[in-house]
């Protein structure tokens, strides 16, 4: 049974801080450009949080931003409605879902991944948590409901006056709005008993917490919770980079291969590209691998370019959200790789037979910020 709860939230203080120029990228997107560019905009940055140099510091700045009234904590326990308005091409769309607590549980039965992690992140979000006694970060996770019981619920909410407002880069409209009211939050509790939780994105922050909470005597975590037939649920391609350049013939054995000038192509095969050329490679035969990711992975990484599957990441192997920022980044030197994204349906079936996908397998557009709520807890 799916277990949440309200709680206190810490939020920045709009009396004392523009907003504007607080909220940060989750911290996994965040390269050291961006680090110091979020930087640059405000000493109270929340980049100053989640990639501190110093998981010390990190917790010594928060104290103090909450001491100076920067962070300021709700005084009733609310879920938080988050609002997130976006443009995909000439559509615009409207990406509603809330923020709970959590009650973690072990992976497999009523929360579902789908992507495989690494030990090296866990372990540095892990000592993160633990320094400050803290979720700084909100897990991004999707249920099934046809019915759109909660929606119902919370979707009329925002037609009222939002405690936080937020405009990212791409233009995109993060919006907060609080909810206090106890009798919307039980209809909303009890709804969530019978479902399942896709974690859409935040696989190492959800073992981390559970590795917390092994250790320690607080066992939830903090997650914003959308339904997947919400309008603004969308899954983008993840495509690959690899660093070296590739003999396109090699692929020949599996795969038939032919140029082309655009990036368009359909199920069980790829667009590779060098600096020269773009080449449609399809499969030749059926295979059990229901994914494209998967056939990338297994049969043209692994098994015809002998990459071991712990090398198949950064720097061998760089991952880029969309066309557009794999095709700048190619040069004479690399090769770059565009897949299909999964379907939700696929996401959800694979999840549900306790399979996993290669890292970066799909890219849940757009990424859920940090900084928009805090949720800063005392051991029982």
Not at 30 to 44: A, T
Not at 124 to 136: A, F, I
Request: glycine residues 2%; hydrophobic residues 35%.
């Amino acid at each position: 049974m799916v277990q949440i709860k309200g709680f206190k939230a810490y939020i920045y203080n709009k009396q004392k801080v523009n907003v504007q120029n607080l909220i940060s990228p989750p911290y996994d997107v965040i390269d050291s450009n961006m680090k110091k560019e979020l930087g640059n905009k405000s000493q109270y940055n929340f980049v100053n949080i989640i990639l501190n140099e110093s998981h010390d510091k990190a917790n010594e700045l928060l104290h103090k931003w909450i001491n100076e009234q920067i962070l300021v904590q709700d005084s009733q326990d609310s879920i938080y409605i988050y609002q997130h308005e976006f443009k995909l091409g000439s559509n615009t769309f409207k990406r509603t879902g809330f923020v709970c607590l959590l009650k973690i549980e072990e992976l497999g039965n009523n929360i579902l991944p789908h992507e495989q992690t690494f030990e090296k992140h866990i372990n540095d979000r892990y000592e993160l948590r633990e320094k400050t006694n803290s979720d700084l970060e909100v897990i991004f996770m999707i249920y099934q409901d046809k019915s759109r019981e909660i929606d119902n619920l919370i979707v009329p909410l925002t037609e009222n006056e939002c405690s936080l407002k937020f405009i990212d880069n791409d233009n995109n409209i993060h919006r907060i709005y609080k909810v206090n009211d106890k009798v919307i939050i039980q209809k909303i509790t009890k709804s969530m008993h019978d479902k399942k939780l896709l974690i859409a994105d935040g696989h190492h922050r959800y073992k981390t917490a559970l590795r917390y909470s092994k250790g320690h005597r607080y066992g939830y975590v903090m997650a914003a919770l959308v339904n997947s037939e919400n309008e603004g649920v969308v899954i983008l391609p993840t495509n690959r980079v690899l660093e070296e350049k590739i003999d396109i013939d090699s692929l020949r054995e599996y795969f038939n291969i032919k140029k082309t000038n655009e990036i368009n192509f359909k199920d069980k095969s790829f667009i590779v590209a060098t600096s020269e050329n773009k080449y449609l490679v399809e499969l030749k035969q059926k295979t059990e691998l229901s994914l494209d990711v998967e056939i990338l992975h297994k049969i043209i990484f692994e098994k015809i370019l002998k990459i071991p599957l712990e090398e198949q990441k950064s720097p061998k192997i760089n991952f880029y959200k969309g066309n557009k920022a794999a095709l700048e980044a190619v040069n004479k030197n690399n090769t770059a790789f565009f897949v299909n994204p999964p379907s939700l349906k696929d996401t959800f079936e694979i999840a549900n037979s306790h399979k996993l996908m290669p890292q970066k397998s799909t890219y849940f557009y757009p990424k859920i910020f940090s900084g928009l709520v805090i949720n800063k807890f005392e051991e029982a």
